[in-house]
């Protein structure tokens, strides 16, 4: 079966979420839309236009903002007819939040109604299905309907930082980072800088050689140069997905982490042992000797006050 979908334990980030896009623009290009449906309760967070305005329309590409994909739709003479005078001027953008559990794929056979786990269904004319689905019990995954022209005005996308990758030049990272909060949440903060989350932060700090409670405020030239460098990680692992992931996406994406979930094992640089700091829906992973000055900060009322 032909099957495109992203799944991981963790939340998709900027490599994943691009090799997605790729791998999506890839197959659903020029694609005719038959009709679109959301089973999902609460999944659209528009209203108007409505799905229904997709029909007929063909996909002209999807792309990455940040970790969310987008989905264009241009108009054809037969969805323009239907079309309402506010949306016939041009393309439609389908804004889609994975959340940590949804997935999107397309599929060769549309979904079965009792597929529990189907938020957004987009039925191509050619029989095939771009398919939200997410897993578990809750449902976060999250989609928009927009014209593809005021995508930027949205309120998520006019807040992101800047994207993590390709980097920013140094002073706009240096400027986004300036800020009295500890490395790990500042980085993950989309406003600040865009794309990274609970997996790569840990890539990156360890990479930077810099710890997790260090503040963006306290960082110095040498140790700002290092953490701008350290971003290639990111482009790092889309050439490793190029490389190892051909034209259907596996159930689970093989991201070549180093340090995040890998607690007791040598530390690839320096064979230290890597450490862990739990909180409540996640952990951070760092190297102490390069990273926290050999301090072990394992306690959990220390990561409490921490986090
Ligand atoms: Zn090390």
């Known amino acids: 079966m032909n099957c495109f979908q992203v799944y991981s334990l963790a939340m998709p980030e900027l490599p994943e979420v691009e090799i997605t896009a790729r791998r999506l623009d890839?197959?659903?290009?020029?694609?005719?839309?038959e009709s679109a449906l959301a089973p999902g309760m609460n999944v659209m967070k528009t209203f108007e236009p409505p799905l229904e305005e997709l029909t007929g329309r063909r996909i002209s590409g999807v792309r990455r903002v940040g970790k969310m994909p987008v989905i264009h739709f241009t108009s054809t003479n037969s969805s323009e007819r239907r079309s309402s005078p506010r949306s016939t001027s041009g393309e439609l953008a389908l804004l889609i939040h994975?959340?940590?559990a949804g997935r999107l794929q397309v599929l060769e056979k549309r979904a079965s109604a009792k597929d529990r786990a189907s938020r957004v269904l987009v039925r191509l004319g050619d029989?095939?299905?771009l398919r939200l689905r997410e897993f578990g019990t809750k449902q976060r995954a999250w989609a928009r309907l927009l014209a593809s022209d005021v995508v930027a005005e949205d309120e998520l996308v006019?807040?992101?930082?800047p994207e993590a990758w390709p980097p920013p030049p140094l002073e706009a990272l240096a400027a986004a980072v300036d800020q009295p909060r500890h490395l790990h949440p500042l980085l993950r903060d989309q406003r600040v800088i865009a794309g990274i989350g609970r997996s790569?932060?840990?890539?990156?700090?360890?990479e930077a050689r810099l710890s997790p409670f260090k503040q963006g405020g306290e960082l110095v030239g040498a140790e700002l140069q290092r953490l701008h460098s350290a971003l290639h990680v990111l482009g790092d692992a889309i050439e490793h997905y190029e490389r190892v992931?051909?034209?259907q996406l596996p159930d689970k994406l093989p991201m070549p982490l180093r340090v995040h979930r890998r607690e007791g094992e040598p530390c690839p640089r320096c064979g230290a042992t890597i450490e862990a700091v739990f909180f409540a829906e996640h952990q951070t992973n760092y190297c102490p000797e390069e990273q926290t000055g050999g301090r072990v900060l394992k306690?959990?009322?220390l990561s409490r006050l921490l986090k």
């Open 26 to 33: 890839s197959a659903l290009r020029g694609a005719v839309v």
């Open 98 to 100: 994975l959340m940590s």
């Open 127 to 129: 029989g095939r299905e």
């Open 158 to 161: 006019a807040t992101l930082g």
């Open 200 to 206: 790569w932060v840990d890539e990156i700090l360890w």
């Open 245 to 247: 992931i051909g034209d």
């Open 299 to 301: 306690d959990r009322r």
